[in-house]
């Protein structure tokens, strides 16, 4: 099993900067994709980015050229930079991961999520 846990969210105004830190235990060797979602107050959870292991990296509309989603295997750590921040970008982010366990067959393994909050 995978074990995920988020950091970094926080307060910061229109316009600020946060990275989001999603720290990976367990058997991280079979983690073969991540990404980070959000969800707002009374909102489904939605796609943020992706990123694959050979490293294609994908983007929601309206984060595209503010977020940058990285990882550093060394660390077993994922990454989520965030630029320009918006108030609408205010949500719980949730780190995920796909975990290979046999074949084709992967399992979902979430964080408990880190609060981002942007208001003035």
């Known amino acids: 099993q995978v074990q995920l846990v988020e950091s970094g969210g926080g307060l910061v105004q229109p316009g600020g900067s946060l990275r989001l830190s999603c720290a990976a235990s367990?058997?991280?060797?079979?983690?073969?994709?991540m990404g980070w979602y959000r969800q707002a107050p009374g909102k489904q959870r939605e796609l943020v980015a992706t990123?694959?292991?050979?490293?294609?990296?994908n983007y929601a509309d309206s984060v595209k050229g503010r977020l940058t989603i990285s990882r550093d295997n060394a660390k077993n750590t994922g990454y989520l930079k965030m630029n320009s921040l918006k108030t609408e970008d205010t949500a719980v982010f949730y780190c995920?991961?796909?975990?290979?366990?046999?074949?084709?067959?992967?399992?979902?393994?979430w964080g408990r999520g880190t609060q981002v909050t942007v208001s003035s």
């Open positions: 995920n991961v796909k975990v290979l366990v046999y074949a084709s067959l992967s399992l979902d393994y």
């Open positions: 990123l694959s292991n050979g490293g294609i990296a």
């Open positions: 367990g058997r991280t060797a079979s983690i073969n994709a």
